[in-house]
Structures are given as structure tokens and as C-alpha cells.
């Protein structure tokens, strides 16, 4: 049961990071808008990215915040997305993903006054620290983008950067609208004041939880054998899986 565990966690992991054969596939069969909606579904269903975005906009009642805080990030992961890509510029996507994971935390810890309650220093520039997990947030959506064929170093590629770009970006607002209109009923009752501390109590835990599986995975690619999780521990779990699916089956 623990191998099984572990096993979905694992892949969970590496299919957030990997791209398919199947989207790869569309990328090469088709145009600029491919890259446009596969930029959208990554950000939709980049549950990291989408942890840092509810801790920034949490407490962000005034549209002029919300505009500047997320034009800021926005600012932000489009330089390192496209700078980035289009110079080829890589990272381990497990480390890169670990930062990730940090901001999330930390957006939580100072949501909660983290700095002046437990620290006792004044918190760092809200602006500047957006801006700058923004640039890492960016590097961590190039590591997968740079998974494509993107072909030559030309003004085609930089226009399907761009396009992937474009497609964060309406993924973005879809998921910001969601947030906002959630956030904004919950706050007209009582309860938000009274668990809106035990809620960014819980954004720290998931990107606690969220760092722990990025280092997990930087070790388990980079130290395969010694880590005790190698491609025959891969091999019998996948049969213990078809060998309870046929017994389940058999039952029914």
C-alpha cells in the first residue's frame, strides 16, 4: 500500500512536469494556437502557480492592488518565460519547482504576519518579492515549454513562445475570476475572519507538502538506484496495480 502511495505521488509529479507525446504531436501538427491553449491548460492545471495566486490576492480587496500585484507577477514570469526559452536556458525542473513551491509558502507565512508576529522585522517589499517569485514562476513554465519542438532559434519560435505566453496569461485571468468571485462571497460572512489565518495555515502546509515532492523527485531522477526507488521498484508496482485490478475485476 505504501509502494502504491508513493507510486501515484511520484507520477503525479512527473506528469505535471512532462509534456505528452500527444501534445507534443499537436504542437507539430499545428499552429501558433496550439501553443496558445496549451499555454492556458498549464497554467489551469498548475496547482503550484495557482497556490502563489490565491495567497497573493487572499487579502487584496481594491481592484488598483489586484491589477498591480498580478501585472507585476505577470511582468515578471513573461521575461523569464520568453528570455529564457528562446535562449535556451535550462534548469533541473525539480529544483526550479522547489522555489516554486517556497513561494507559496512564503506568500502564506506573510499573509499571516509571519515576519513582524514570530520573525519580528518588518516583511520585505510585497511588490518586489511578487516580482521576483513572478521570474521564477516564468523559468519554472520554460522548463516545460523547452520539453517542445520549437524548432530554430527564429522569429517562428518566438512567436510560439509568445503564443504559449499569451495562453498563461487567459489561463491566468480564467483562474484569478474563480479566486476573486470565491473569495469575495466568502469574505461577506463571518467565518472568513475567523479561519482566513487557518486557511493560509494550510497554503503553507500544501507548499510544504509541494516542496517535499519536487525534492523527491530531484532525487529520485538524479540518484535513481541509490534513493531505493529504481525502474525495477517502478516494474513490480505496476504489476502488484494489474494484479489487484484483476482480482477487483474477478470479485465484481
Not at 496549451?38 to 497556490?51: K, P
Not at 520568453?82 to 533541473?92: G, R, Y
Not at 509558502?105 to 520573525?119: P, Q, R, S, T, V
Amino acid at each position: 500500500m505504501k509502494k502504491f502511495i508513493l507510486f501515484i505521488l511520484l507520477s503525479s509529479i512527473l506528469s505535471a512536469h512532462g509534456i505528452s507525446q500527444a501534445d507534443a504531436q499537436a504542437m507539430i501538427d499545428g499552429g501558433n494556437s496550439q501553443y496558445l491553449w496549451l499555454g492556458a491548460t498549464h497554467m489551469l492545471t498548475g496547482y503550484d502557480h495557482l497556490l502563489f495566486l490565491l495567497g497573493v490576492v487572499f487579502f487584496l480587496t481594491s481592484f488598483r492592488d489586484i491589477v498591480k500585484f498580478i501585472t507585476i507577477f505577470t511582468i515578471g514570469h513573461s521575461i523569464t518565460l520568453i528570455f529564457a526559452t528562446f535562449q535556451s536556458i535550462n534548469a533541473n525542473y525539480y529544483l526550479v519547482d522547489a522555489v516554486i513551491a517556497i513561494s507559496v509558502i512564503y506568500k502564506a507565512f506573510d499573509n499571516n504576519k509571519g515576519f513582524e508576529n514570530y520573525l519580528g522585522v518588518k516583511s520585505p517589499n510585497l511588490l518586489l518579492m511578487v516580482f521576483i517569485f513572478g521570474l521564477v514562476h516564468g523559468f519554472g513554465l520554460s522548463t516545460r515549454l523547452q520539453q517542445l519542438p520549437l524548432g530554430e532559434q527564429n522569429i517562428d519560435m518566438l512567436y510560439r513562445i509568445i503564443s504559449f505566453n499569451i495562453g498563461v496569461e487567459f489561463g491566468q485571468i480564467i483562474a484569478l475570476i474563480g479566486m476573486l468571485f470565491i473569495l469575495n462571497l466568502w469574505r461577506k460572512s463571518s467565518s472568513f475572519e475567523k479561519f482566513s489565518k487557518v486557511t493560509n495555515h494550510a497554503l503553507m502546509f500544501a507548499g510544504f507538502i509541494l516542496f517535499l515532492m519536487q525534492m523527491h523527485g530531484y532525487l529520485h531522477t538524479t540518484n535513481e538506484e541509490d534513493f531505493g526507488f529504481n525502474y525495477d521498484a517502478h516494474h513490480h508496482i505496476h504489476l502488484e496495480m494489474q494484479e489487484q485490478n484483476s482480482y477487483q475485476h474477478d470479485k465484481l
